[in-house]
């Protein structure tokens, strides 16, 4: 089946570095990828929405200037959390999504922010 | 805004009980719904899709229903096992995008 691998999947960092996430589709063209924030014991929130060689989308409240999106290419995204602080600590998952296919997720990304 | 409430928010069962997940979300205009699985500190791993024409999906001790009408689904797991131990997510897919709800903490006790 569809694998999508996120990279690192768990990083911690100090206040103020700028930490990039990688979601990238092993096998299969990923034309949309989505980017969701987990906090403990919540439920997925999608952040952005971005399709290969376009800006993404992003859902009402979340800082484009703070989280940084590129999907440059078929397989691969990043999102960068630019001077990231302690509030930005948080699961972080991917999904993507070929052409006329469901999402495939990925396996997430823990960031804390010390 | 589509709202996806699952309950209960945790449930602690004895290995070998049948349980019912249940969600409810607030719009019915959906395209489909879909019941993941999320193991602590991972990613999500799909168990059942319906499509919002069909009424049931099941797979092996799963099995999943689906009332758009009324906005509820439910997923019943038979003769749980401690393996089964995990969150479940209800998501349904309808404007281009998932609406994930809240989750069900499962414990299954040896």
């Known amino acids: 089946g569809a694998v999508v691998s996120q990279h690192p999947s768990w990083v911690i960092c100090k206040s103020g570095t700028s930490v990039k996430i990688e979601c990238r589709s092993l096998d299969f063209q990923a034309t949309t990828m989505f980017w969701y924030r987990q906090f403990p014991k919540q439920s997925l929130m999608l952040m952005a929405t971005?399709?290969?060689?376009?800006?993404?989308?992003?859902e009402q409240g979340v800082e484009k200037d703070k989280f940084l999106i590129n999907h440059a290419s078929l397989t691969l995204s990043t999102l960068t959390v630019t001077s990231a602080h302690p509030e930005d600590s948080s699961f972080y998952i991917c999904?993507?999504?070929?052409?006329?296919?469901?999402?495939?997720f990925g396996d997430g990304t823990r960031l804390s922010i010390l | 805004k589509q709202e996806v409430t699952q309950i209960p928010a945790a449930l602690s069962v004895p290995e070998g009980e049948n349980l019912v997940l249940n969600c409810s979300f607030t719009?019915?205009?959906?395209?489909?719904l879909q019941w993941f699985r999320q193991d602590p500190g991972k990613g999500l791993t799909s168990l059942l899709l319906?499509?919002?024409?069909?009424r049931e999906q099941t797979s092996g001790r799963l099995n999943a229903s689906l009332d758009k009408s009324s906005g509820r689904s439910t997923l019943y797991i038979a003769a749980s096992q401690p393996g089964d131990s995990a969150t479940y997510l209800c998501a349904v897919y309808g404007g281009n995008q998932f609406y994930f709800g809240t989750g069900t903490s499962l414990t299954v006790i040896p």
């Open positions: 319906i499509q919002s024409s069909q």
């Open positions: 999904s993507a999504q070929g052409s006329n296919q469901p999402q495939h």
């Open positions: 971005s399709n290969e060689g376009s800006k993404a989308t992003y």
């Open positions: 719009d019915s205009a959906i395209y489909n």
